[in-house]
């Protein structure tokens, strides 16, 4: 009999399979690899890193017909699902532990609400990638010594002694350390080349900027004919003008040079931007053991966070309802022209003119938004009511094509 597999099956299954290295990996990159694509890390076999953090997608979710739906990836126990959307793996590696910044504002720290802050390894990425294998909505491995377990019995021990030692996977060895070295392998992995080529059309045009001596993060309608000819077309640079100006997105998708590379897009910060509740998030549906509350659960972000944390607490309530400002990079990434992605913490919106309209419009009467899903803490100084016109909002969105990797 002859199997009919959709294309959107073909896309999916091609997007979770490890991409041949495109940049010479390091040995400890490499190892990190292995890991993040190994499906037999999760409880029942079958599910890997990659399974929820695409390459064909800039390392999101890698599942249309998720990404149509509710945007909420289901774990490797059947019916199981979290409570967000994957955010990208990729350049994640830039954000800095978690710290409060000079202006009293947190900075940093990885997941949408910063609970991986980098305190305990020194790094938050190293950190995250522990979350996964142990969540139970996730990849579901028992505890630390099942995960080093299943590495010692994978066809790359090898590698992982070779770059942690002799010895190092040895059953008399403390899981724990071992586990935190798997954390630190797949970090490394998630810095490498990788998923950090800077090589999208933006930051060709970037490049160019900066040998002519021009400063990308300074561009306006005054000086933007200066920036003609170096990459972009004359519509992605009026895009860019306005992402710069008007549009106010690069207010918190900043346009600063970290190390030396072209901008991240993110600061990194934190912020409520009244996003609506995603009525059909399948975690609402989920058993009273992961979600007490039911229907009635209300993403809580940053504050839910840090009302769990002794020295943070007094700050919970007004850091409720903020997420932590993603990149950019790779927004519009997908295998072909009309493949859904999903965007915000949970995936409510499934377009980025969607995205840029929400912006512009939230607060202007009759746009028709539902309300946020927290009323608290909501930002009305940088959005809301922009004034963009249909055309500049479509520019916007050009710009944000050119931040996709080749
Ligand atoms: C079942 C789907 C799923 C699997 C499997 C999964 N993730 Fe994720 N990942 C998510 C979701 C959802 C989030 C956001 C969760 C949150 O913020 O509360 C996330 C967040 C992240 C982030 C944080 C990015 C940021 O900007 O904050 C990184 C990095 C990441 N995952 C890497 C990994 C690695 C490494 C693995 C394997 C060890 C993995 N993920 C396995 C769904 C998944
Ligand atoms: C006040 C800070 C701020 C400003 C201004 C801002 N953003 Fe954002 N952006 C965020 C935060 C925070 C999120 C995540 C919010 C959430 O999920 O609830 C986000 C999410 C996004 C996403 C979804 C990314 C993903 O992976 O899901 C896109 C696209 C985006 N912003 C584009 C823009 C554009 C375009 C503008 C300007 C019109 C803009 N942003 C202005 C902070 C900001």
């Known amino acids: 009999m002859r199997k009919i597999v959709s294309a959107a099956a073909i896309a999916l299954l091609a997007s979770c399979v490890a991409p041949k290295d495109a940049v010479k990996l390091s040995p400890i990159e490499e190892l990190g690899k292995k890991l993040f694509f190994d499906r037999d890390l999760s409880t029942p076999a079958g599910q890997a890193c990659a399974a929820c953090h695409g390459q064909a997608v800039g390392f999101s979710g890698p599942d249309e017909q998720v990404n149509k739906t509710t945007g909420i990836y289901e774990g490797a126990v059947k019916g199981r699902f979290g409570n967000r959307k994957p955010p990208a793996a990729a350049y994640a590696g830039w954000s800095p532990k978690l710290h409060i910044d000079e202006d009293g504002e947190f900075v940093g720290g990885l997941f949408w609400d910063g609970r991986a802050t980098g305190e305990g390894l020194g790094d938050p990425l190293a950190e995250q990638a522990m979350g996964p294998f142990l969540n139970p909505l996730e990849q579901n491995m028992p505890d630390a010594a099942g995960v080093v377990e299943a590495v010692r019995r994978s066809s790359y021990a090898g590698l992982f002694e070779k770059v942690f030692g002799a010895g190092a996977l040895d059953p008399g060895k403390d899981p724990g350390a071992v586990f935190a070295d798997i954390g630190r392998a797949i970090a490394?992995?998630?810095?490498?080349?990788?998923?950090?080529?800077?090589?999208s059309k933006f930051d060709g045009f970037w490049r160019s900027a900066r040998a002519k001596g021009l400063e990308v993060g300074s561009i306006d309608g005054s000086n933007a004919a200066d920036?003609?000819?170096?990459?972009?077309?004359?519509?992605?640079?009026?895009?860019?003008?306005?992402?710069?100006?008007?549009?106010?997105?690069?207010?918190?998708?900043?346009?600063?040079?970290?190390?030396?590379?072209?901008?991240?897009?993110?600061?990194?910060?934190?912020?409520?931007?009244?996003?609506?509740?995603a009525p059909d998030n399948p975690f609402l549906e989920q058993d009273k053991a992961f979600n007490p509350d039911g229907r009635g659960w209300i993403d809580p972000?940053?504050?839910?966070?840090?009302?769990?944390?002794?020295?943070?607490?007094?700050?919970?309530?007004?850091?409720?309802?903020?997420?932590?400002?993603?990149?950019?990079?790779?927004?519009?990434?997908?295998?072909?022209?009309?493949?859904?992605?999903?965007?915000?913490?949970?995936?409510?919106?499934?377009?980025?003119?969607?995205?840029?309209?929400?912006?512009?419009?939230?607060?202007?009467?009759?746009?028709?938004?539902?309300?946020p899903e927290v009323a608290a803490n909501l930002n009305t100084t940088e959005m809301g009511d922009l004034g963009l016109t249909g055309a500049e909002e479509g520019l916007i969105v050009e710009f944000m094509r050119t931040l996709t990797d080749k």
Do not use: I, Q
């Open 188 to 199: 490394a992995y998630e810095r490498s080349a990788e998923l950090n080529p800077f090589s």
């Open 301 to 371: 972000g940053l504050g839910g966070f840090l009302g769990t944390v002794g020295k943070y607490k007094a700050l919970a309530a007004e850091n409720v309802g903020k997420h932590r400002t993603p990149t950019l990079r790779n927004v519009d990434k997908r295998p072909s022209p009309g493949f859904v992605k999903a965007y915000m913490h949970n995936g409510y919106f499934k377009s980025l003119e969607d995205v840029v309209r929400f912006y512009n419009t939230r607060d202007v009467a009759g746009a028709g938004w539902p309300p």
């Open 227 to 277: 920036f003609r000819g170096l990459g972009l077309s004359d519509r992605e640079l009026e895009g860019l003008v306005l992402f710069n100006t008007k549009g106010l997105c690069s207010k918190c998708h900043v346009l600063t040079s970290v190390g030396g590379m072209p901008p991240v897009f993110a600061d990194y910060k934190y912020d409520n931007l009244g996003v609506p509740r």
